[in-house]
T-cell receptor
Framework: GAGVSQSPSNKVTEKGKDVELRCDPI?????LYWYRQSLGQGLEFLIY????????KSGLPSDRFSAERTGGSVSTLTIQRTQQEDSAVYLC???????????FGPGTRLTVT | KNEVEQSPQNLTAQEGEFITINCSYS?????LHWLQQHPGGGIVSLFM???GKKKHGRLIATINIQEKHSSLHITASHPRDSAVYIC??????????????FGKGTHLIIQP
């Protein structure tokens, strides 16, 4: 079946602009995660959704970052007023339920110029 | 916050060698994941374990909860095993962030 998909695969934006990154999880997966992989920083957790519960936003680096998940499926990560340090690969993952194996999407490479 | 340490950071070996990658963490966890990332490629989950040992093909993962340590072994290594191997842990549900905390990865190169 289809895996986790993300769009766009690459995004170049100017500093100060807003960007939206999209994630389509595997059908039937209730948990959805956003991670960021920065050069030299490794992977870090950003935000997590489980079903209809309020998201765990504990990993968001600043209030410029927000995410929503509509209808318990597709999720959008929004970065407002982008900064150069936001340049990274943004990865989405989903799992069948809490604390189950996570399946990763291919990522969106964001470059802020 | 959990500190996840991997060793070695880089490993180059010859085809056929037995490979061991280590991961240690500082705070009790509910599960540990081993992930594989090929250059320019996506991330694939290899194992998720909370105790004991799991085996899939030439890959074996073990975890010692008391010692807060896990190992990933590759038997009869092959050049196609060349990738970055990442250890990640999940703390107990409700105890903090429910996302994963990652190690910095081990860059493995298997030479033919």
């Amino acid at each position: 079946g289809a895996g986790v998909s993300q769009s766009p695969s690459n995004k170049v934006t100017e500093k100060g602009k807003d960007v939206e990154l999209r994630c389509d999880p595997i059908s039937g997966h209730t948990a959805l995660y956003w991670y960021r992989q920065s050069l030299g920083q490794g992977l870090e957790f950003l935000i997590y959704f489980q079903g209809n519960s309020a998201p765990d936003k504990s990993g968001l680096p600043s209030d410029r970052f927000s995410a929503e998940r509509t209808g318990g499926s597709v999720s959008t990560l929004t970065i407002q007023r982008t900064q150069q340090e936001d340049s990274a690969v943004y990865l989405c993952a989903s799992s069948f339920a809490l604390a189950r194996e996570q399946y990763f999407g291919p990522g969106t490479r964001l470059t802020v110029t | 916050k959990n500190e996840v340490e991997q060793s070695p950071q880089n490993l180059t070996a010859q085809e056929g060698e037995f490979i061991t990658i280590n991961c240690s963490y500082s705070v009790g966890i509910s599960a540990l994941h081993w992930l594989q990332q090929h250059p320019g490629g996506g991330i694939v989950s290899l194992f998720m374990l909370s105790s004991g040992k799991k085996k899939h093909g030439r890959l074996i993962a073990t975890i010692n909860i008391q010692e807060k340590h896990s190992s990933l072994h590759i038997t009869a290594s092959h050049p196609r095993d060349s990738a970055v191997y990442i250890c990640a842990v999940r703390e107990f549900i409700g105890g903090g962030a429910d996302g994963l905390t990652f190690g910095k990865g081990t860059h493995l190169i298997i030479q033919p």
